[in-house]
C-alpha cells in the first residue's frame, strides 16, 4: 500500500469472519486518535468448521484465502506496524498449528493465539481510547462467533474482565441447526447463556456500572436492524430490552432465519441472528440491563492503540 510506512494494521482472525484494520495516527483536538484508512471483512465462518475439536478441510481453505486477500494490502508493511490475532475457534482447534502455517505463510506476518482474556482487555482498550470518560464506570459485551467477552472498565483501566466459551456462531450451530427457529430452541439458548453469565453476574454487579456498551459486530447488527425496523420504544437508538422481545417474535414468526424480512439485517448475518440475539437477551437479564450503545471500536482497534504506543515508545 501507497505510504504504508506511516499506517498500522490490525487484523482479527475471528470465529465467525476475519477482519482487517488499516489505520493512521492523527492530532484531533489536541488528541492522538486513529483515523481509518481501510477496513476489509472476510465472512470465513470457521467455526462452523470446528468438527469436533479440529478445523476441517473447507474451513481452512477459506481462512487460507481470506488471509492471502489481506496479505495483498500488507505489501510495504514494516515489520512491527502490523498485528493479528486468532481468537476463540483457532484456540479450540486441534489443528491449530496447521491452520497457523499456512495463514502466517499467506498474511507475510505472524499470528498469536491470544487468551480470552486478552481479548478482554484489547476490546476495553479500543473502546476507552475511543470514549474517553473518567468517571464513568462501564460495562462492556462482546458477543462474537464462539466467545463473549465481559468487561467492566474505568477510564481506560479495566477493573474486571471475562472470556466465556458462547458465541453467536456456536450458539447458531448448537440451538438453530440448519437456520430454524422455534421457541423452545430460543428458548433453551438463551437459558444456557444465563446459566454461563450467573457465574460472574454478582461480581459484575458489585462493580457499579453506569453504562452499557456492546462492542462486537452482533452489536452492531442489533441495533442496525431494531432501529430500521423501529422495533425500540419511541424509535429510540441503541439496543433495549423492549426491542430485543419484538424482534424475537419477528424470528419465531418466520421460523427460520432465510424467511426474515427485515430492514438493514445483512444476508451474511443472517445465520448469526438467532444465536446472537439469545445471548444478548441473557446479558440483558441477567446484568439488569436496560439499554445498550453499540461502539465500532473494540479488538481492532485496540490492537491499532498497542502498536502505535509501542512504535511511539521506541521513537
Partial sequence: MKGSASLFAAVDLGSNAFRMTIGQQVVCNRRLVIRKVKSLREPVRLAEGLQGDALDALALERGWQALARFGKHLSGFREGSVRAVATSAVRQARNAAVFLEGAEARLGFPIDVISGQEEAQLVYSGIAHTMPCEKTTRLV???????????????????????????????????FAGGRVDSRSLQLAEQSACLEFSRVAREIGAHGWHAAIGSSGTARMLARVLKANGLND?????????????????????????????????????????????????AFKAFGIEDMTPSEPGLRFGLLHS????GSARH
Fill in 141 to 175: 459485551v462482546d458477543i462474537g462467533g464462539g466467545s463473549t467477552e465481559l468487561i467492566v472498565g474505568r477510564g481506560k483501566q479495566p477493573i474486571f474482565s471475562e472470556s466465556l466459551t458462547i458465541g453467536s456462531g456456536t450458539f447458531g450451530k448448537r440451538f
Fill in 234 to 282: 419511541g424509535g429510540r437508538d441503541g439496543i433495549t430490552y423492549a426491542g430485543l422481545l419484538r424482534l424475537s417474535l419477528s424470528l419465531l414468526e418466520a421460523g427460520h432465519v432465510k424467511r426474515v424480512k427485515l430492514c438493514g439485517l445483512q444476508e451474511h448475518r443472517l445465520g448469526m441472528l438467532p444465536g446472537g440475539l439469545a445471548i444478548m437477551l441473557a
Fill in 307 to 310: 502498536l502505535m504506543d509501542t
